[in-house]
């Protein structure tokens, strides 16, 4: 079945630091590709998405790009904030559904 | 708009009770959706509903139940609760299908089961 595969963290950066989350997916068809983040006691809120091979998704300095060849969808940001501190998701939609990754929490410090 | 609601933010059940999470949506969404997030896992999906008195089961229905008489709400009921269904609960709503669509997320409910 379709699957998503994420780095494990935490990951933890130095303010200004470049941004790199990998992220693999499994699937049939053609599948849309998202980054969704949660911030400390919230709920899931979408950073960016893709529908479709060779799209870029971007939003608040990050972002990712569609690559089927490599069935891969990395999260990247040149230069991180404190602000940023947060679990990043990665995930796929396919049919009705949503399959999500288990998550990389990333602390980024002064 | 309010968005996704969820109520309580917080309960501790004992073995045995039971209890509904209650969700509401007031972007006028098709598709709502329940997931778990246990600690340091992603998300799973328990139920969704692709309209109002539609339903279908998730990755792991078992011990819970849904329903969705109306195109806002979509409560969770948990029968029996279990120590196993410790997690924090998320309900979700789309325009339509997940394929394209952005979901959007509530604060999420934290339940211990003791």
């Known amino acids: 079945g379709d699957s998503v595969t994420q780095m494990e963290g935490p990951v933890t950066l130095s303010e200004e630091a470049f941004l790199t989350i990998n992220c693999t997916y499994t699937?049939?068809?053609?599948?849309?590709l998202f980054w969704y983040v949660q911030y400390p006691g919230e709920g899931l809120q979408l950073l960016l998405k893709?529908?479709?091979?060779?799209d870029k998704g971007s939003n608040k300095g990050f972002e990712a790009t569609y690559r089927k060849e490599t069935t891969s969808f990395h999260l990247e940001k040149g230069s991180v904030q404190v602000s940023d501190s947060a679990v990043y998701f990665c995930a796929l939609g396919n049919t009705d559904k949503l399959i999500f990754g288990t998550g990389t929490r990333l602390q980024v410090f002064p | 708009n309010a968005g996704v609601t969820q109520t309580p933010k917080f309960r501790i059940l004992k073995i045995g009770q039971s209890m509904t999470l209650q969700c509401a949506q007031d972007m006028n969404h098709n598709y709502m959706y329940w997931y778990r997030q246990d600690p340091g896992m992603g998300l799973k999906l328990i139920y969704y509903s692709v309209g109002a008195g539609i339903t279908d089961k998730g990755e792991v229905p078992n011990g819970y139940n849904v329903s969705r008489s109306t195109t806002e709400d979509f409560p969770l009921r948990l029968e029996l609760a279990a120590p196993s269904q410790t997690s924090v609960y998320f309900c979700?709503?789309?325009?339509?299908?997940?394929?394209?669509?952005?979901?959007?997320f509530g604060p999420g409910t934290r339940l211990t089961v003791l």
């Open positions: 699937a049939t068809g053609y599948p849309s």
């Open positions: 979700a709503s789309s325009v339509n299908r997940g394929l394209y669509n952005e979901q959007f």
């Open positions: 893709a529908t479709k091979a060779d």
